[in-house]
């Protein structure tokens, strides 16, 4: 898996990005990370806004100097402004985009950031990931077996290769500076007509293949794969081997970073998710606490959860069901 290494800057740089639409969420995550990382001695987060309103960064300020933090919310503007070309997001958000730029608006001092999701939970210290060493890869993240074959294929990868979620990215800036990353990221979008079906998380995959470092899974842990074995996900790609069964059932146990990834978001009226009330406690300790539950989805919600158990039971019937339906959920969003 990887060494670690004794990180010897002071402060430990956290970066989040997001908008008007993603800030309950944003203080959710924040909350439970600022709670679970006392230990750590000099932290600053980095929220990257994408056109957030004076209120809601206030709030999330107050909230980090509350438990004596540091905060900097540095402004991204009009995102799609930042391309040389047009841009399609299939649907995603398009703040999503907004992590591809850290390097080039936060402050040259910044060389190494931890950069997580919106719609995370840490449920631990953080700082063994900080200090995770990354040898000669430009990031670090966490392997996604069960992403779409379209989606690998259109990057040019194969169905055994790596192929990594970009919820949390412990990122090397001082090497993204000096070796141009994001120039290399703008120019492999463009070349696929800035439309790949994961945007940012595609983009980072294939230009910058082979030097990502994999990073165990404990440290963004998906909530669905709590019904997926380990034998499913290595048969989906080989190259999860390289995480190991060990730990998967380690990250299954006691995960430090839990990701709401899927459409069994805990702000949705009706979800089931097993980790909601985590999102639910944290939430509640924030300025947006009793914000509404989305509603509309409740038949969904509960074809989801039976989803979910039938994946304990039967694997492959989620794995038919993704590979004919998945691409059609996300290419019927209209969000952005």
């Known amino acids: 898996m990887g060494a670690i290494m004794k990180w010897n800057k002071e402060t430990v740089n956290i970066i989040y990005a997001s908008n008007d639409g993603y800030a309950g969420h944003l203080a959710a995550s924040l909350v439970s990370l600022l709670e679970n990382n ?92 900080y200090e995770w060493d990354l040898g000669d890869c430009l990031v670090g993240m966490v392997m996604e077996p069960t992403v779409y074959g379209e989606m690998k294929e259109a990057l040019g990868m194969g169905r055994d290769d790596a192929y990594y979620n970009s919820g949390v990215l412990l990122i090397a800036l001082g090497r993204w500076r000096r070796e141009r990353v994001l120039t290399r990221l703008l120019d492999f979008y463009g070349a696929h007509a800035g439309r790949l079906f994961a945007c940012d998380q595609d983009t980072i995959n294939g230009a910058l293949r082979g030097q990502i470092r994999t990073l165990p899974p404990k440290y963004n842990f998906f909530t669905n794969y709590r019904y997926f074995r380990y034998d499913t996900l290595y048969g989906l790609c080989r190259a999860y081997e390289e995480v190991g069964r060990e730990a998967f059932a380690e990250a299954k146990r006691y995960p430090v970073v839990l990701h709401y990834l899927g459409d069994e978001r805990p702000w949705i009226a009706g979800n089931r998710n097993h980790y909601r009330k985590l999102y639910e406690t944290y939430l509640d300790r924030t300025p947006w606490k009793g914000t509404p539950k989305q509603t509309g989805k409740e038949l969904y919600m509960f074809l989801w959860w039976g989803l979910n158990k039938a994946t304990l039971l039967c694997p492959g019937l989620r794995l038919w069901i993704s590979r004919r339906f998945g691409m059609k959920v996300i290419d019927a969003r209209k969000k952005s």
């Open 38 to 129: 006392r230990q750590i001695p000099h932290m600053h987060v980095y929220v990257l806004s994408v056109n957030m309103c004076g209120l809601y960064k206030e709030r999330l300020r107050r909230m980090a100097e509350g438990y004596g933090r540091g905060f900097t919310a540095v402004e991204l503007g009009d995102l799609k402004q930042r391309f040389t070309y047009d841009i399609d997001t299939r649907g995603f958000d398009i703040s999503a985009m907004g992590r591809l730029f850290a390097a080039e608006v936060l402050p040259e001092t910044v060389e190494r950031a931890l950069y997580l999701d919106c719609d995370t939970i840490v449920c631990g210290s953080i700082l063994p990931l």
